[in-house]
């Protein structure tokens, strides 16, 4: 029984083919993540130690603070230790060789003067040893052409941009301030003033040769105070890797979310196939039970049938998902991610690369090996080649429709109950729903859908939509496996557009004003406001700035911009907003029994309200407890308190380009901060939504493609199984070109409908939870990105076309004659 197995095998390889190349892709899918995120968590440890090569022991802030420079002093003074400095990091900018900022997040960090600390791999020159010198990473250098012993302009938060004499170029290429754009390193103090900074992150120690590390630990222990904690080197690298392998285990965790997408989508492919294939065989199965097979044999036939398809498809899929692994590997380094060394193949990824393949095509054929059991050998004696297709169960169906009409509702209650579990569990009920009322609803559309191939190529049209519904449940389960990439897909679509028009509407809503200066990675320089308000060329220069006293909020406010959030003044006059005069919001009023007139104290200082008002945006405390204050008040109780972004209108008669040149001007020397327009900003906020959505549809284009490959397979094996039939239609005058038309029609049918409900199913989810956001306090919208879905749809018709190809080539390959004694 086992020869005869390999040797059907052998025969119906081609058969076999697409199947097998569903479970190749969800494979690979699979074993070039986990080599991927593997060469990941290798380089973690690698990189763990770059920085702390000559480090033994660190201390570090608690919370929120700072090490001061005079802990610094004591620290070093401690006995045993050699050397100790400290060290920040911080973001800063800047200046090209043209005087313009140098695109790319600035990593600015302390390095230690201290030769017994110093870890940094140094290309050219050397490193700072003492103020106004500064070191770049070798890229920025060479791209710049800054020549040593150059002037270099640095800026940071702590005001406009100073220079500095570049002394050396230094390789980080790799190591976690690798961060996709330029590296400079200062001394110390200079790294504080730049950043606005009052002390370090930590504190390097080196001890003295020949020392106790653990004793000097207790001395510095007991100079550092409880305010600080004092880690050992192991400690250093421990936790370093510990945070690394944490992120790039969180990245496999997403990836493999949409693995798992895939390899389900490649399990509804091998099932249908195994259902088709088996049912073709059906009087083959009958003569081995008419020959004395028992139906344990035929079931572990089918079953080794499959194992033997599933290791030798996982085998390659292992192979492939190697070379996927290098092409992520190259896409990140082209991009320049950080973080993305060697590829690692461990023999566990390559078995469990084995075994889920394996045992997934196994999985998939057990119930079609199962029905295979229940042929009667009394099968073997009718011409029938093939057995009738069985319509589904009314229990199933029953079931089912139960299940998808439970799934639209919670999708409908999801807003109005306020539980974003509902929206999930709503989509997975409705989808279990298609799967399981499929052979009811599949067909139906595909009637429907047909409808205008039938009366566009009459007869030809008829039977391809004949062909398509006359297995209810094949059709079904192709379908379905479209339902699930092409929903997620959609969903995300929907999501995205939805959540970017509602970016673009809170921007509209929340600046007023037809530029915005915007800090990148921090907030504003405190000068920048002032000199921007210094030139004539600028009438609305405010910076949004905020605060929380005693559960208020305290927001600056400019008069002439104030009224764009108002949704209601309840009472006085809100353009009253100024010196001494402040805006209430309702809640915080009605709390506190305040009225236009009433006097309210922010912190120890005594203002007049000068009306009560109401608005739609989000604070940070209790709803509604808001005091909105001119700019001048504002900056006298709360100056240190910066913001991220300011907003700027020309002034009278001055045109915006005027404006612009002025702007930037003064930016010049800020090479911390980036100016925009209203469109430009929405575009920068927006951005990180497209982004996460092309990463997504990539990942699950995956899901879609073997989706598709179902489709194909379905149309072949269905070819095979009409050998005959197809024959008598050609001997009684069907063209070829219609043969080709009849298939394609099939195709695109199984594609649409799949397509149709992915999209349904999509759009669904997504409209529940925009509602449900929009319940909890957003302002979000179902926005339907119609070009996009239009896109979807068009590639599902497009591709199953072209997998109509093969089929209708086979189709036509034998001649009429030899397809007519097909048995």
Known sequence: MIRLTLRSLRAEALRMLLSALAVVLGVAFVAGTMIFVDGMRDGAYERAGTFDR??????YATGAELLSPALVDRVRAVDGVVAADGELTNTGGLLGSDGRPVLGFTMLVAIPTEQALRSYDVVAGRLPDRAGEVVLDAPTVAEEGFPLGSEVRVGGSGGAARAYTLVGTVDVAGTVRDVGGPFVGLVGPDALALTGQRGYGRIMVAARPGVSVAAVTERVRAVAGGDAT???RQRILDEAVEEAVRN????????LIFVGVAVVVAGFVIANTFAIVLAQRTRRTALLRLIGA?????FRAALLESAVLGLVASAL???LGVGLAGGMRLLMSHLDVPGTSGLSVTGSTVLTGLLLGTALTVCAALLPAWRGTRIAPVAALTDAAVQPSRSAGRVRLAFGAVLLAVGVAALAGAA???QLVLVAAGGVLTFFGIVLFGPVLVPALARVFGWPARRVLGATG??????TVRNPRRVAATATALVIGIGLVSAFMVGARSTKDGIERSVDAQIGTDFVVSGIGQNLPAALTGELAARPELGVVHEQRHTVVAGVEIRAAHPALVSRTLSEVVAGDATRVGPGQVLVHRELAQARGLRVGSPVTVADRSFQVAAVVTDDTSADAPAGHVIDMSDADFAALFGGQRGFLAE????????????RDAIETVLGSYPTVNLMDQGAYKKMLTGTVDMLLAFVTALLGLAVVIALVGVANTLSLSVVERTRENAVLRAVGLTRGRMRAVLAVEAVLMALVGAVLGVGLGTGVSASAMALLTRLGGDFHLVLPLGQLGLILGVAVVAALLASVLPARRALSRPVVEALADQ
């Open 54 to 59: 000559h480090t033994d022991l660190g201390v």
């Open 294 to 298: 028992t139906r344990g044999q035929v």
């Open 648 to 659: 700027i209108d020309p002034a009278a008669g001055v045109s915006v380009e005027r404006a």
């Open 230 to 232: 004092v880690k050992s």
């Open 317 to 319: 899929g292992v192979l």
């Open 248 to 255: 790039a285990d969180q990245f496999r965790m997403l990836l």
């Open 416 to 418: 109005s109950a306020g």
């Open 462 to 467: 008829a039977l391809a939509v004949a062909n």
